[in-house]
């Protein structure tokens, strides 16, 4: 709880001072949105000078203060942008705009890395930076399957900023660089987000000979070789315990479960109540639900009630969409062809039975990719209806009656207590679990019925029947 405290304390902190440092100066505007185009700059000879008159600080601990906002993303320099340090001289920085800030904890996807480096491929017409042109040529290669999805992200976004005004869109772009070279440094740099604030070399020094160089390559060794493994900075510090105290709660091995712990009681009514296609889910069932759309996603209790919702908004046709996308994803190989075939003349040929609504480039790139099937083939597609049913449906059915109704009716189960008697009866009665082979026929059989159950489509059963040998 300390360590909670102490990181939302220092987040709002950080992020408290650097609004009270631009509301302190007359150049700073904001647009009355998350992106806030902030136009204030100051030298670095200043940093010393307004530290001493505001917050009696020397020059020396003032710039050591900056270049650690530099470092973790809040400020940039507008002359040398890979040398994140403060400089007592007459180079200007800048203030980064809230919403690139770390405490907004954005995840850093490889997706919209690859989106920035297509998008900065197009305006420098081909011509990036070494190390640039490596990780695009290296991400083209491994997101080839999307590669049509991202170009078209890409070009939107160019199409968007050149409608801005000229000295917005310069800033915007400084500003998006300056994220990236925090997030994603070039090579020989070493990052503040990975290393947090006790960092054992300057970063931004000029590499050092003989002696010194081992020196650097030994102290360099005993931090830790890949990044991946190694993200101890506030952002993810601060993503960790947010994480962690909204999941508490709900994780069975931090928190006692209810009705019981199965795992000490050999009682089985925990798996009972949390099985798949319960009637009536638990309130902590349905509180995971309200977390985000994948959590609702990703439990089929939680994917019939929103399908029941979309029904009844004449849309269960983009769930039915996504859940045969994710079919073919993880589908056995043999059927992949067909599989794509069927979700092409149910959900986007022309009159299809069950026709969703994407746009013209997003069709464009589909009926091309479908030419060549693959198991992500419809990745463009299935992203396009996400994001619809993220931003619009599930909005919607959180406070539709569809939700509060099962949120009535969840049930909260009292805890069962037992004798030391009863858990020696309960280990000698154990049964094992079910096969995987039994659930998958389970589930397989509950999909027949729910296939049984909707509505025929006279003109696919004609279809069918002319299409069969006399």
């Known amino acids: 709880r300390c360590l909670s405290d102490l990181c939302s304390w220092k987040a709002r902190s950080v992020g408290s001072m650097l609004i009270l440092m631009s509301v302190c100066d007359s150049e700073a505007r904001s647009v009355g949105s998350m992106l806030i185009l902030m136009c204030l700059w100051f030298r670095g000879e200043e940093c010393g000078l307004d530290a001493d008159t505001n917050v009696s600080?020397?020059?020396?601990?003032?710039?050591?203060?900056?270049?650690?906002?530099?470092?973790?993303?809040?400020?940039?320099?507008?002359?040398?942008?890979?040398?994140?340090?403060?400089?007592?001289?007459?180079?200007?920085?800048?203030?980064?705009?809230?919403?690139?800030?770390?405490?907004?904890?954005?995840?850093?996807?490889?997706?919209?890395?690859?989106?920035?480096?297509?998008?900065?491929?197009?305006?420098?017409?081909?011509?990036?930076?070494?190390?640039?042109?490596?990780?695009?040529?290296?991400?083209?290669?491994?997101?080839?399957?999307?590669?049509?999805?991202?170009?078209?992200?890409?070009?939107?976004?160019?199409?968007?900023?050149?409608?801005?005004?000229?000295?917005?869109?310069?800033?915007?772009?400084?500003?998006?660089?300056?994220?990236?070279?925090?997030?994603?440094?070039?090579?020989?740099?070493?990052?503040?987000?990975?290393?947090?604030?006790?960092?054992?070399?300057?970063?931004?020094?000029?590499?050092?000979?003989?002696?010194?160089?081992?020196?650097?390559?030994?102290?360099?060794?005993?931090?830790?070789?890949?990044?991946?493994?190694?993200?101890?900075?506030?952002?993810?510090?601060?993503?960790?315990?947010?994480?962690?105290?909204?999941?508490?709660?709900?994780?069975?091995?931090?928190?006692?479960?209810?009705?019981?712990?199965?795992?000490?009681?050999?009682?089985?009514?925990?798996?009972?109540?949390?099985?798949?296609?319960?009637?009536?889910?638990?309130?902590?069932?349905?509180?995971?639900?309200?977390?985000?759309?994948?959590?609702?996603?990703?439990?089929?209790?939680?994917?019939?009630?929103?399908?029941?919702?979309?029904?009844?908004?004449?849309?269960?046709?983009?769930?039915?969409?996504?859940?045969?996308?994710?079919?073919?994803?993880?589908?056995?190989?043999?059927?992949m062809k067909e599989k794509a075939e069927q979700i092409y003349k149910t959900f986007l040929a022309r009159g299809a039975p069950r026709w969703i609504n994407i746009d013209g480039k997003t069709m464009e790139i589909t009926i091309k990719s479908l030419k060549h099937p693959h198991r992500y083939v419809l990745d463009a597609a299935q992203t396009h209806i996400y994001m619809l049913m993220k931003k619009d449906s599930y909005g919607r059915y959180l406070k539709s009656p569809v939700f509060k109704e099962t949120q009535k009716k969840a049930i909260a189960p009292e805890e069962h207590k037992f004798t030391d008697s009863q858990l020696e009866q309960n280990a000698r009665t154990r049964r094992p679990s079910l096969s995987p082979i039994v659930l998958r026929q389970l589930e397989a059989e509950r999909r027949a019925k729910m296939a049984a159950a909707a509505p025929v489509d006279i003109t696919q059963v004609m279809s069918k029947l002319s299409r069969k040998p006399q």
């Open 57 to 335: 600080v020397c020059g020396s601990e003032a710039r050591s203060v900056g270049s650690m906002l530099a470092a973790l993303g809040y400020i940039y320099p507008l002359q040398q942008h890979k040398r994140l340090v403060i400089r007592a001289d007459a180079s200007l920085y800048r203030f980064q705009t809230p919403y690139f800030w770390p405490t907004q904890q954005w995840p850093v996807e490889d997706t919209d890395y690859a989106i920035y480096l297509a998008k900065r491929n197009i305006r420098k017409k081909g011509i990036l930076e070494l190390h640039e042109q490596e990780q695009y040529n290296h991400l083209h290669k491994w997101m080839n399957h999307k590669w049509d999805f991202i170009v078209m992200q890409a070009k939107e976004q160019y199409r968007a900023a050149k409608e801005r005004k000229k000295p917005d869109r310069v800033v915007f772009e400084c500003q998006e660089r300056a994220y990236w070279v925090v997030h994603r440094p070039p090579p020989g740099t070493v990052s503040a987000m990975d290393f947090g604030l006790e960092r054992r070399a300057d970063p931004n020094a000029n590499q050092v000979q003989g002696e010194e160089t081992g020196k650097l390559a030994h102290s360099s060794f005993l931090i830790p070789l890949s990044r991946n493994f190694s993200r101890c900075s506030l952002f993810s510090v601060v993503s960790l315990v947010k994480y962690s105290s909204t999941y508490q709660s709900h994780d069975p091995f931090l928190s006692r479960p209810l009705p019981s712990n199965p795992w000490h009681t050999d009682d089985a009514t925990y798996w009972t109540l949390n099985s798949h296609n319960v009637e009536t889910p638990t309130k902590q069932r349905v509180e995971r639900w309200t977390f985000s759309f994948a959590e609702l996603l990703s439990d089929p209790r939680g994917r019939d009630d929103f399908r029941l919702f979309l029904k009844k908004e004449f849309s269960g046709e983009n769930l039915a969409f996504w859940e045969s996308c994710e079919d073919l994803k993880w589908g056995t190989a043999a059927t």
